[in-house]
Nanobody, 123 residues
Framework: QVQLVESGGGLVQAGGSLRLSCAAS????????MGWFRQAPGKEREFVAG??????????ADSVKGRFTISRDNAQNTVTVYLQMNSLKPEDTAIYYC??????????????WGQGTQVTVSS
């Protein structure tokens, strides 16, 4: 059974930093590319950042390039994916989710999502 558990969100002032974590288990996550997505109120869920399974390649949405850094630890049964977010802006406010991703499209692989973690950036 696939489990995705996100954590690390919170309330931060503009210009501040947060580090999100995602624990992924129950699937072939250690050999999957992984990604972070976010959904702001009234908007569709969007891709934020991705990382290949051997950590060589990373991808970022233009809106977060230079501010966010994705990384991962591959363990046998659980993969942990991190998102270091610096220089946060109010427009980064959203619920953040992780999922395995298709490398070619950055689309999420699994139809089910975790509960997400709320990030709120005040101006």
């Amino acid at each position: 059974q696939v489990q995705l558990v996100e954590s690390g969100g919170g309330l931060v002032q503009a210009g501040g930093s947060l580090r999100l974590s995602c624990a992924a288990s129950g699937g072939t996550f250690s050999s999957d590319a992984m990604g972070w997505f976010r959904q702001a109120p009234g908007k569709e869920r969007e891709f934020v950042a991705g990382i290949s399974w051997i950590r060589i390649n990373t991808w970022y949405a233009d809106s977060v390039k230079g501010r966010f850094t994705i990384s991962r630890d591959n363990a046998q049964n659980t993969v942990t994916v991190y998102l270091q977010m610096n220089s946060l802006k109010p427009e980064d406010t959203a619920i953040y989710y992780c999922n395995a991703i298709d490398v070619g499209t950055t689309m999420p692989i699994f139809g089910s999502w975790g509960q997400g973690t709320q990030v709120t950036v005040s101006s």
